[in-house]
Structure formats: structure tokens, C-alpha cells
């Protein structure tokens, strides 16, 4: 050191230099004394926070995080230790997934001083039960069935729709939530609390104990005007919002070419609507795969457009069907609510006056006896399904309608009826209440829908297994085909030429339920949507709008590349469209043998997507009661870590010792530089001295 700092007072430079050492050394090691304290946790999905016009509801922890001693709770009996006779308060329960219930979650609610935080994990297959976090009653606010429109209707009075509903999506917990997954992760949790945490024969386990840290603080409180008015007075230059509207887009096309610059009513155009929703929700944010909830009605309707678009343009019939996919309906029904809107607006190409009925179709892949239900409205009750029916028994499926004075389930086709009475049919595979045991869960996956394969397939095999699931929805999409080109005042002679195809059927489930990175969907994805690709199942939570979402981007493509028509264009030629003409977009194309550079082509389709952003936002009235006013909490960090945790007295010790040699160092600082010219001074050498 001395040869580093010569000179006067060599002490407190030498000390500088060596504390900033010592500082660059900590900032290198840091990291591995972390991971000798911390285990951080892979795979975990947090409870978020929504708000609407009047609530809040969701999870979140405190700024720093929620700390507690881990405890896995082993049946609902255990409960008394974590509120009421454990010693270490507050815990972080870890639960299965029976004990994952209404009761036992709002007995820890009700207990949120004890309890820091929970734990949910997720099994690796479903529960022999049901399980439906979503409320008896979806939508029921904000469907046509209102006391005004007909009392004995509204609130679900007639028909419980999804009776296994605990509503626990729709609770406001002040403690995080986090889902784990069954593996390594989760096994190391137990571990831990095995050998630090659990009670041997009723004692008291022995510091040090296994504690765990959730990380999920959210920034808004309150509900939407509050958010959305903090959102107004943010006049920094990069302002940090608190919350988001929920909203993505809809999807749109037309069994022949309508003008999207001319918008509003257009003399003699009818248009029967063939509409499906796009998104799903759980619990748990970014865990929706809605698999009989959404995708079993979305890929039926996209593999009846598919089975359409010959017959469309071999003999076009009358009316011009209008494929419409609407994206957060789960919420209040943002996306139909916003078609009817812009209708009403003369924002979109049509007007309500342009529409001749509506067939939506909902839940279909749970079908039992080959049987489809017929649900239409007791009030605007009109005999449109007789073409149903006629197809249906051509496929030897059984279409029947449900009670007469039964009202119409949760659907998008409620928000046309809020507008007018519209003649319309929604297609389900129950009678009344849903058939769907696992309503807007993590559950519904492809597992509950039984899409299995032989297990020595490999990938490519798997996309082209045709599934007995695939089967059963190309019958019905076969039969929405023949309805709707009836509907459409098309001949009869050509209803025997429109088939669905079970190829594309169990191409489009295995891209939606297994992984979207596949050589089918990479060959007609166009270039810019290539990163909307990936190696797992698809999440169909709408997210927040204007954020890139993956179901729509590829329902766009899938029903451009299923309706279009393929050009012998240049790419620039392709890309250069106009709005008033069919969009033209370039794909990537399949490669050619022994190669893998792709061959783009181009598809003309009438595909086009529009706003799925509430109307309430549009018009910044955030208590409006006839839209949707759901927005999502922003956040900084996710996160959760395990680590061992010393008793108090020790930690109050190790505090005493610190803040001890911390005034030893201290004093002793102050001692040697009030005396460094006398402990640092030197024999001064004769000024004549030479060298």
C-alpha cells in the first residue's frame, strides 16, 4: 500500500484504495453468496390484481415483498396452526390442490395477519373433481337479462349456469398468491419444510426454520376511475402508469368482400353473424388455456369457414356471412360490446340494420350422445333453427333445444340483444347448466377434452394424429357450415359439397393446445408474426390493450390463410394493399425438399381485425354500468425464494454484535486520525541531503 500511496497521510488514501478493493471483490462474489443464501423458484404464476368501476379484486404482496415461515397445509384441520396456536407467525402456506377451496382460502383471508402469503400447486393432472374459480353466474351484470328486459331472468334465477362457480376469481385478497409447479422447485419446498418446519409428535419445530418471499406489489388500489384519474395526473416525461385497460382485438371476415372504407349502413347488404370467443381466464393470470370454454367453439367455427369457402365462391348466396372472433368476453364482454358500439358509431363497415340472425357457437367439445343444444332468447324468440336441426340430422347429431322459457347462457350474442331484438341461436353441449367441470380454470386444458396421443409419435407425427376430439368437432363443424350457407339463402344442391376437414381440425388443436412453433402454422404466419410462435400451450388471457397477443394474431392468419385465396404476386406487389380492397398478405410458405429456406406466397382474404378496447375507455366514463370498465394493475417484479431464517434472539444478537463493532470501528476511526501526525510522522531528512 505504501508503495501505492507515498506521501503525505498515506493512511487515508491507502484505506480509500483498499475499501474500493474490498468493494469491487464484494460486487464479484455477491452473487454466489446469494445463491448460498437464496433458492430462487422457477414456474411461478401470480394472482394479479383487476379493478372495475366499483372493486378491486386479485392479490398483491407489500413493496418489499411478504415474508413467512413455510407451512404445508395438510388437511383443513391444520388450519389452527397457521391462525391461531403456530409460534412463528406469519407463514406462507403451501397448498394441494384439494384443499385449494372457497372455505379454506377465505378462512386465511380472514386471517390475513398470520398468513403472509400462499402457495398453490399445481398437479400434473387435473383433479378427479371440479373446479371453476369463476362466479355461478358469468356475466351476469352486464347480459340482456336485466329487471327491465324480463325479472324473472335476471341474476340466473332460471338456470345456474356454472354451479360449480366458487367465485374465488372474483375475491380481494391483501397477501400474495403465487401457482407452482409440480417438479424440482416444489420438491425442494417440501423438502425444506420437512426437515426445518413440520411438528414431530406436537413440538414446536427448532430455529433455524424454512421461510419463503413473494414478490408481487401492485401499483393500483381501489378500482378503475381511481387508477384511471392517477393515470391523468402523471406530467413527467416518462410517466409510470398504475393500471391498463383490459382489451386486445377482434377478428373479422366475410364470405365475400365488404368495403372496410365506407363505414355504417350499406343498402341491401344482410349478413348473418357467425361469431366464437376468443379468450379464457383463471385464477392465476397468465394460465388460461380455455380449452372447452374457447377453443373448442373458435376452432369449430374457423374449420366451418374453411369448409365455406368453396361453396362461397363457387354459388355466393344471398346474404354475406360475417365470421366474428371477439376477444374479452370473459370480462363483461369487451369485444361484442365494442362491435355493437362501433355499429352503432358507424365505425364499422355495417350497421345493426344490416343483420339478419346470429349463430354463435359456445362450449361444443364435451358433447354427450352426439347431442347439440339450440339455445336461443324466450323473449326475441324467432324459429331459426330448423336449418340447424335439418343439417344436423344429415350428420346423425342430435340438435334440441332446451326448455322454452329457459333464457340464453353467458354469450356474446346477449350484447346484440341489448340493442335489438336480433334473431340468433347459440350452440352448446348443454342443456342448462355447463357440462364443463372446470369452467375459466387452469384445468381446462386438452387433457379434460381427452386430447391424447399414442406416446411413441414424435412432434410432426402428433400434428397430423387426427384425435376422436378432432373428429367430433368436424362434425360440428360440418354442420355450422351447411346452417350457415342455409342461413345465407344458399342452394341446396351444394350443402352435400361443404365438409369440414378433420386434417386441419387436429392441426389447428395441436397448435392451440400443445405448442404453436409447428411446420404447419410456420409455413402460413406471415414474416413480422413469426415471434407469436412458441413451444408450449397457447394462453388465452386477453391481456391489456394494445399489448401483442398471440391467439388473435394467429386466428387472424389461420382464418385469412382458411378463407383467402393464394396470388401469383411478388411480395412487394403483395404488401402494397389498399383499405378499401381485401387484404393481401405475404406468408412464409413451406421449403422446398432439401432445403430450408421457405418460399413466401401471397393470400388475398377479407381476414382484417379491429379494437376490442371497451367503449367505456372510448368515451373516458370509467362508473359506466352498460360497458366494461375492467382494467389490470401494473407491476415491477415477480418473484419468489426460499431460505432459512434464524430465530429472533439470534438476530437481535447478531444486531447488538454489528451495531457494537460498528461503534468500536467508529471510535477507533476517530482515535487514529485526530492522532495521525503523531502516528503516521517520519524523521524529516536534511535539506542538503543528495543523492
Known amino acids: 500500500c505504501a508503495s501505492i500511496c507515498p506521501n503525505v497521510k498515506p493512511f487515508f488514501l491507502c484505506r480509500s484504495f483498499s475499501a474500493f478493493l474490498l468493494f469491487i471483490l464484494a460486487g464479484v462474489s455477491c452473487n454466489s453468496v446469494g445463491k448460498k443464501i437464496y433458492v430462487d423458484l422457477n414456474n411461478t404464476v401470480p394472482c394479479v390484481r383487476l379493478l ?48 385449494f377451496t372457497r372455505s379454506i382460502m377465505m378462512k386465511l383471508k380472514n386471517g390475513s395477519s398470520r398468513v403472509a402469503g400462499v402457495a398453490f400447486v399445481v398437479p400434473n393432472s387435473n383433479p378427479a373433481g371440479g373446479f371453476s374459480p369463476h362466479t355461478s353466474c358469468p356475466n351476469e351484470n352486464s347480459g340482456v337479462y336485466t329487471e327491465g328486459y324480463d325479472p324473472t331472468l335476471a341474476n340466473c334465477k ?10 374465488l376469481s372474483y375475491e380481494d385478497f391483501d397477501f400474495p398468491i403465487f401457482s407452482l409447479k409440480d417438479d424440482n422447485d416444489t420438491e425442494v419446498i417440501r423438502q425444506c419444510y420437512i426437515v426445518h418446519n413440520r411438528p414431530v409428535n406436537g413440538s414446536t419445530p427448532r430455529y433455524p426454520l424454512c421461510a419463503m418471499q413473494l414478490f408481487s406489489h401492485m401499483s393500483a388500489v381501489t378500482n378503475t376511475p381511481t387508477c384511471m384519474r392517477r393515470n391523468d395526473i402523471n406530467f413527467s416525461i416518462s410517466p409510470e402508469y398504475v393500471c391498463d385497460p383490459l382489451g386486445d382485438s377482434n377478428v373479422w371476415g366475410s364470405s365475400r368482400p365488404l368495403n372496410n372504407t365506407a363505414k355504417g349502413h350499406k343498402m341491401w347488404e344482410s349478413v348473418v353473424i357467425a361469431a366464437a370467443r376468443l379468450d379464457s381466464r383463471s385464477f392465476f393470470s397468465n394460465v388460461a388455456p380455455g380449452t372447452e370454454s374457447a377453443v373448442s ?28 372472433f371477439f376477444q374479452g368476453e370473459a370480462f363483461d364482454y369487451i369485444g361484442s ?19 339478419h340472425s346470429v349463430l354463435e357457437i359456445g362450449q361444443v367439445g364435451l358433447r354427450s ?8 332468447d324466450p323473449v326475441s324468440r324467432r324459429n331459426l333453427i330448423e336449418n340447424l336441426q335439418l343439417v344436423a340430422r344429415e350428420l346423425n347429431i342430435s340438435g334440441e333445444e332446451p326448455n322454452l322459457s329457459q333464457p340464453l347462457p353467458p354469450s356474446s350474442f346477449q350484447r346484440f340483444l341489448l340493442n335489438r331484438p336480433i334473431p340468433g341461436v347459440v350452440l352448446e353441449d348443454h342443456r342448462s347448466e355447463y357440462t364443463n367441470r372446470f369452467y375459466e380454470s387452469m384445468f381446462d386444458n386438452r387433457e379434460y377434452l381427452n386430447i391424447t396421443y399414442p406416446p411413441e409419435l414424435t412432434p410432426e407425427e402428433q400434428l397430423e394424429y387426427v384425435t376422436d376430439t378432432a373428429k367430433a368437432l368436424t362434425e360440428v363443424a360440418t354442420m355450422v357450415g351447411r346452417a350457415l350457407y342455409k342461413q345465407a339463402g344458399g342452394e341446396d344442391s351444394q350443402l352435400k359439397n361443404i365438409n369440414a376437414d378433420s386434417q386441419i381440425v387436429t392441426q389447428m388443436l395441436y397448435s392451440f393446445l400443445v405448442q404453436s412453433n409447428n411446420s404447419w402454422l410456420q409455413q402460413i404466419i406471415s414474416p413480422d408474426s413469426i415471434g407469436h410462435l412458441n ?22 392468419h389461420l382464418l385469412a390463410n382458411l378463407t383467402g385465396s393464394v396470388l ?59 360497458y366494461s370498465t375492467w382494467t389490470e394493475s401494473r407491476w415491477k417484479s415477480i418473484r419468489g425464494r426460499i431460505f432459512l431464517v434464524a430465530s429472533h434472539e439470534l438476530e437481535m444478537l447478531t444486531l447488538g454484535v454489528g451495531i457494537g463493532v460498528l461503534l468500536t470501528s467508529l471510535l477507533l476511526t476517530y482515535f487514529i486520525s485526530s492522532k495521525a501526525d503523531i502516528l503516521f510522522s517520519s524523521a524529516r531528512e536534511p535539506t542538503n541531503a543528495t543523492y
Open 52 to 99: 372495475n368501476a366499483t372493486h378491486q379484486i386479485g392479490c398483491q404482496s407489500s413493496l418489499s415483498g411478504n415474508v413467512g415461515v413455510l407451512h404445508v397445509l395438510e388437511s383443513e384441520e391444520n388450519l389452527d396452526w397457521v391462525l391461531d396456536s403456530g409460534p412463528n407467525p406469519p407463514y406462507m402456506v403451501i397448498l394441494e390442490t384439494p384443499l
Open 158 to 167: 332460471n338456470t345456474v349456469w356454472n354451479p360449480l362457480g366458487s367465485g
Open 297 to 324: 367453439g373458435f376452432v369449430t367455427l374457423l374449420a366451418a369457414a374453411h369448409a365455406l369457402r368453396n361453396a362461397t365462391q363457387e354459388a355466393q348466396p344471398n346474404r354475406t356471412i360475417l365470421y366474428a
Open 337 to 355: 360490446s365494442r362491435m355493437v358500439y362501433d355499429m352503432e358509431k358507424n365505425q364499422f363497415p355495417l350497421d345493426m340494420d344490416n343483420i
Open 369 to 376: 350422445d352426439s347431442k347439440l343444444w339450440l339455445h336461443t
Open 535 to 556: 413451444d408450449r400451450p397457447l394462453n388465452l388471457y386477453v391481456g391489456v390493450y394494445q399489448q401483442a397477443s398471440e391467439p388473435t394474431a394467429l386466428v387472424h
Open 568 to 626: 401469383n404476386i411478388t411480395q412487394e406487389n403483395c404488401n402494397n394493399q389498399r383499405e378499401d380492397e381485401e387484404d393481401k398478405e405475404s406468408k412464409h410458405g413451406a421449403a422446398p425438399p432439401n432445403s430450408t429456406e421457405r418460399r413466401g406466397f401471397c393470400v388475398r382474404s377479407t381476414s382484417r381485425v379491429f379494437r376490442a378496447l371497451s367503449p367505456a375507455f372510448e368515451e373516458h366514463n370509467y362508473t359506466n354500468k352498460a
